[in-house]
């Protein structure tokens, strides 16, 4: 009867071998579940927003008509270019356009508009690891001898696909040298040869290289579409979301829809799964939007009460001065706007109700000063002693300024507000007084210029009719030195060859 060998019960069993190559050997895991810790096993792989929803078909990409038509017409029509260059902001999709462009070209179905996206081409241009779609960071590869090495491969024909596609990214990097050793290979490549390049900053490429591609400008996006696209994939991902909070995070964005998704992650792990406009705000630094309509309402009825509670609120907030002082000027635009142009104006940062009473408590010319007031105080933002008190300065000026209809207790804001309407006047006046001295010292300043521009001229023709004299009496000196040695010469019967430092000259010449 064979013996069971049990262990002791005070040994722990032995662990189960996570290396399949050597399994007889008892091995720990780097990853143990701690006590607390949610997971086992390696750490669980989590791909950011911007790369899981990287579009995979011309069809998914926001925005960006203009480039994705030209470029479909030049597939299906068959007239595609050999060198493009695609130029933009950051994370407007100048590498996602080059890549799909990539898997059209290269897609087992044939060169198409509508790449599969299932054949092992498209999965592995996808999956970065084609290896005909070169993809090269130009910013860490300037050197001439990089750009040399890439060009000796370009002869050879694709290993795979059925073009060779170079994607250059960041390619204002390249040196002068790289440039100059690229062009050749660039206007005339090999018929299996694709250029892709990408850049941010258009202008820092040579005029030589500009010529030799097809250059497409990408857009910044809309707020509409950054908005559109974010709730497409919070609807896709089964996340819960305010809409207040992505108009929020679209702003912020400018225009990048990569920057709105790196938000929208960061918002996500803020909120712990679920995007709010409390969180958001605050990740933000900014205010919701009833703070700014408070504001706004405050200073137009001049309302100080309110108006100290709410500066006190947003002091004690954290918020980013700056994008506050931002969205103020939104708003005045937004006023003015809806003064001026009427119905069908609206406003991202508040309600309509409380743009058409803006719109209808303000004077145009209220508005108009006001956004001057906080444009400039947004402007001197960084000389104030902090933000806060900057700030807080810019709303106490606007209200300062305000014109002081309903109380007259204060003396301070007619006198503060009088140069304002005064300035049109003394600026009628200062026509009449002003353009006679005004026209006498530019006139006077011209005349000196042109004095001074007329002796500088003559300096100079003295100096090169002097310069020439030189030049005629050397002339002259050597010829007449010369005729008297002709004449020495001839007085003493020798020859030109005669002269010692000839005959030395000729012996060097035979010797040598
Ligand atoms: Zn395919």
Not at 11 to 27: I, K, T
Not at 355 to 368: H, K, M, T, W, Y
Request: glycine residues 6%.
């Amino acid at each position: 009867m064979p013996t069971v060998l049990r262990w002791p019960l005070s040994v722990p069993p032995r662990r189960e071998a996570v290396n399949p190559a050597r399994p007889g050997r008892e091995q720990r895991s780097r990853f143990e579940r701690a006590p607390g810790c949610g997971w086992q096993g390696p750490p669980p792989f989590y791909l950011v927003l911007a790369r899981k929803w990287r579009p995979r078909r011309f069809a998914e990409l926001v925005g960006q008509q203009h480039v994705v038509r030209a470029l479909v017409n030049g597939i299906v029509t068959g007239r595609l270019h050999h060198a493009f260059l695609f130029t933009g902001t950051r994370g407007v999709g100048k590498t996602t356009i080059a890549r799909i462009l990539a898997k059209a070209l290269n897609c087992e179905t044939g060169v198409t508009a509508e790449p599969c996206g299932v054949c092992s081409a498209c999965k592995d241009i996808d999956a970065g690891r084609f290896v005909d779609l070169l993809e090269i960071d130009a910013a860490s590869r300037t050197k001439v001898d990089d750009t040399r090495e890439l060009l000796d491969n370009v002869i050879y024909a694709p290993s795979r696909g059925r073009y060779k596609v170079y994607l250059i990214d960041e390619v204002h990097m390249l040196s002068t040298h790289s440039f100059n050793a690229l062009l050749k290979t660039l206007e005339e490549p090999p018929p299996h040869v694709k250029f892709l390049l990408a850049t941010t900053d258009p202008q820092k490429l040579p005029v030589t290289v500009l010529s030799r591609c097809l250059q497409f400008s990408l857009k910044r996006l809309e707020r509409v579409e950054i908005d559109t696209q974010m709730r497409h994939i919070l609807d896709a991902e089964q996340v819960s979301y305010e809409l207040p909070a992505l108009a929020a995070l679209a702003r912020a964005a400018d225009g990048s829809l990569r920057d709105a998704l790196s938000l929208l992650d960061q918002a996500l792990a803020f909120g712990s799964g679920a995007v709010r406009t409390e969180d958001v705000l605050s990740m933000l630094g900014t205010i919701d939007r009833r703070a700014l309509a408070t504001l706004g309402e405050a200073l137009m009825t001049g309302d100080r009460a309110v108006l100290r509670t709410e500066l006190k609120r947003i002091g004690e907030l954290s918020v980013d001065y700056s994008g506050l002082l931002s969205e103020l000027l939104v708003l005045w635009h937004d006023v003015a706007a809806r003064q001026v142009l009427g119905d069908g104006i609206e406003s991202e940062l508040v309600d309509d109700e409380v743009l058409v009473r803006l719109a209808e408590g303000l004077s145009p010319e209220d508005v108009q000063l006001y956004y001057q007031l906080t444009l400039l105080a947004r402007r001197d933002l960084d000389l104030a002693p902090d933000h806060r008190t900057g700030f807080e300065m810019a709303i106490l000026r606007l209200i300062a300024f305000k014109p002081a209809s309903g109380e007259g207790e204060q003396p301070k804001p007619p006198t503060l507000r009088a140069p304002v309407p005064a300035a049109p006047p003394v600026a009628r006046a200062q026509p009449a007084m002003q353009p006679q001295p005004i026209a006498a010292a530019c006139r006077w300043r011209a005349v000196a210029t042109c004095t001074s521009l007329l002796r500088r001229r003559r300096r100079v023709a003295t100096y090169t009719s002097l310069l020439r004299r030189r030049r005629r009496v050397a002339t002259y000196t050597s010829l007449r030195r010369r005729s008297r040695l002709n004449r020495v010469r001839r007085a003493s019967g020798l020859r030109w060859s005669d002269a010692p430092s000839c005959a030395g000259r000729r012996a060097n010449w035979q010797r040598s």
